[in-house]
């Protein structure tokens, strides 16, 4: 018994010293990124990640984040973890508009083979004076942060449920990954509703945002509960009917998944697929990694998404794929690519619209064409020059919100009043 006691203490220390230097190479990490050290940030990577991630490419991820976040500030925490075969440090970052969180994957030499941006929580700003707050409670006891846009219209009005993409997107469409051109779609489309008297109900998904106090850790978060979360949503709008005469659904790109599965147990007014997939999302991914990975490591991609389909956990993730293929999206992606979105439609009794764009890179056009064609009935409205966040094709060297593209919200706005 004194030995079993005895190397669990020792285990204990062991693990307890690697976190401590695992946390000292990842605070270090972003210290060197906050001061434009771009060589300084690669030194404790592992080969695999210095040859995909260039100095460049940090001062490219970097400059970006702080174009739609300001000036990075500091490191303001860090947790230790450890899932399977990886060490992991969660390190909250602070920049001047937000708290980016950022997860750092290590290898047995503590070694940086991957980080990615993990969630965000954007400081509070003043409402503008058409929003107010909303929240409400998830079955697994958390809160979800939601902003409602009122039009100036005489209630009660046609309302619409605003579902976010994949990613750390929040409630007003801005993502981290993203330039701040890209930003602020869901925000524009929510005011232009209004002015069009349709009210509008974003919100931030759980773990995103102000969104927070689920049971339900993220590794053992999957799409059902995301689309557990949006039924939550329907159902408040739906018991609110002094001031909602009927309620719509618009899932845009992931979220658009998460609408069709939601129409499938809940009963509203419409739905509008918004650059939303036609095919299982493995085929997705697949088709957004091909052009960007090597032969070698696009093999591995498939062998990997392949086992996750079936409900296994991947044999063996090349460090380089990590990012995508952690053990912490695991239950995620299982679930995601459980769901065929042909197979989803028959189940759609309400009007149903689908939009892509001809500039989208990440759900290419033809998975609205296929869409459309799996739902007899179904409207297809395609876009030229809209990109995937909404905008007409972005101009470089822009530095505020492009505008939404022309053509979606007066499609939008006479689908939802037809």
Sequence with gaps: MKKYYLLSFLCILFYTAAAQQNDQVATHLFEQLG?????GARENMDANMKEKVGAEMLKG????????YGKWEAVVS?????????????????FAKAIITFRVIFDNNHRIAGFFIAGNKPKATALLPFEERDTVVTADGGILYGVLAKPAARQPWPVVLIIAGSGPTDHNGNNPLLPAPNGNSYQQLAAALADNGIASLRYDKRGIGQSAGFKKSSSATSL???TDDAIAWIDHLQRNTAQFKSVSVIGHSEGALIGLMAAGRRNFSRLVSLSGPGECMDKVLLAQLKPIL?????????VTLNELRQGRDPQQVPAALSTIFNPSLYTFWK?????DPCTLLPAVKMPFLVIGGTSDTQVPPVQADILHNCKPGSQLLMITGMTHTLKAAAAQGETTPLPLADKL??????FINN
Aim: no cysteine; net charge negative.
């Design 335 to 339: 679930s995601t690519f459980h769901y």
């Design 61 to 68: 991820i970097w400059q970006q984040l702080e174009q739609s």
């Design 78 to 94: 860090t947790k230790a973890l450890k899932e399977g075969a990886y060490d992991i440090i969660l390190a909250d970052n602070r």
């Design 294 to 302: 090597a032969d070698s490591l696009y093999d591995a991609a498939t």
């Design 224 to 226: 059902d509960d995301y």
């Design 409 to 414: 919200v007066p499609s939008l706005v006479k």
């Design 35 to 39: 001061k434009e050290n771009w060589e």
